[in-house]
């Protein structure tokens, strides 16, 4: 019989519902699984489900029943996809949940940051409005979107998700070209120019070794002071360090982050001594993880299970 081995069960929501395949199988759950964890796991299996525990060549090695990979996220930096195609294992990923949810928090950021959401709720917290002696205070500036330029970074589904709800605002929209790229048509605004003009840079583009810490130091010092930088992306687009001293220093505005380069933080991450300050949002990588989007998640994942079972491999990669 099939069996079937799910190796970091808490990387899902309590709120989801883990169905299993139809087809008849062994099932076996982890919350989580460290790296070093993996090999024994999988040792047996013939399916596995990985959110981010990783698999590599060391553990394929002693996994001779494994047949198939079902990623349930669409990154895949966590599989060593040569080595499976080695191994005659075939890996699949999910796409297409994160369209609504992802764009969304990118502007419940925005917005937060643009009013001074944050700091306002913390002045009542901290008894000021008590203090202040009259029907509203002016603690922080609180700007329209209307109006306001919106720098966009990538320009997939997500990112025209996010164009098509700052419409609804009356934004400016750019699509930013590719950094260091020319003639990629008229829909695309230069770099250069997105970084200088913008109100609002979102970003949602792959990490790649062309797009690491597309956003450093030489970018910060040519933003508006004025502009707020969004990432619900991918960590390594930002130099962490960089941003830091953009927001203490005033080179920016503002900043709300999903994503850092090293997820949880580590406690020397640069960007954990700005968590106080009232322009920078930090959320623990949830952009993606609305209860619409997880569910949609795991019925990929089961349905690329049940395909491969019946010899209709789905969302393949590799």
Same mark, same amino acid.
């Given at each position: 019989m099939t069996k079937i081995v799910f190796l970091d069960r808490d990387t899902m929501g309590p709120s989801v519902e883990i169905t299993r395949p139809a087809f008849a199988h062994d099932w076996v759950e982890y919350g989580k699984t460290a790296p070093d964890q993996v090999a024994e796991r999988i040792a047996d299996a013939d399916m596995v489900i990985t959110?981010?525990?990783?698999? &590599? /060549?060391?553990?394929?090695?002693?996994?001779?029943?494994?047949?198939?990979?079902?990623i349930a996220?669409?990154?895949?930096?966590?599989?060593?996809?040569p080595a499976c195609a080695a191994h005659?294992?075939?890996?699949?990923?999910?796409r297409g949940y994160a369209e609504n949810t992802v764009p969304e928090h990118a502007f419940a950021l925005?917005?937060?940051?643009?009013r001074g959401i944050v700091g306002y709720r913390q002045d009542v917290i901290n008894g000021e409005w008590e203090k202040s002696g009259q029907f509203c205070f002016f603690n922080h500036p609180i700007a329209d979107l209307a109006?306001?330029?919106?720098?966009?970074?990538?320009?997939?589904v997500i990112g025209q998700n996010v164009a098509r709800i700052a419409r609804g605002f009356n934004m400016e929209v750019m699509f930013a070209a590719h950094? &260091? /790229?020319d003639g990629l048509g008229p829909l695309y605004t230069p770099w250069d120019e997105v970084i200088e003009?913008?109100?609002v840079i979102t970003l949602h583009a792959p990490l790649m070794p062309a797009t690491r810490n597309m956003i450093a130091a030489p970018e910060f010092e040519r933003m508006k002071n004025s502009a707020i930088l969004i990432n619900t992306s991918r960590g390594g687009l930002v130099d962490e360090a960089a941003l830091a001293h953009a927001l203490t220093s005033g080179q920016i505005a503002g900043a709300g982050f999903d994503v850092l380069t090293k997820e949880p933080p580590a406690?020397?991450?640069?960007?954990?001594?700005?968590?106080?300050?009232?322009n920078f949002i930090l959320t623990p990588h949830t952009a993606w993880a609305s209860d619409e989007a997880q569910a949609e998640v795991w019925r990929q994942v089961v349905y690329h299970l049940e395909q491969f079972e019946a010899g209709q491999a789905t969302n393949t990669l590799g």
């Open positions: 959110n981010k525990a990783p698999i &590599g /060549a060391g553990q394929l090695a002693g996994a001779a029943n494994l047949r198939m990979i079902s996220a669409t990154g895949f930096d966590v599989i060593d996809i005659g294992v075939t890996v699949s990923n999910v925005i917005l937060a940051l643009r109006g306001s330029r919106l720098g966009i970074v990538g320009e997939g950094k &260091g /790229a003009t913008s109100d406690p020397d991450n640069p960007l954990l001594s700005v968590l106080e300050r009232p």
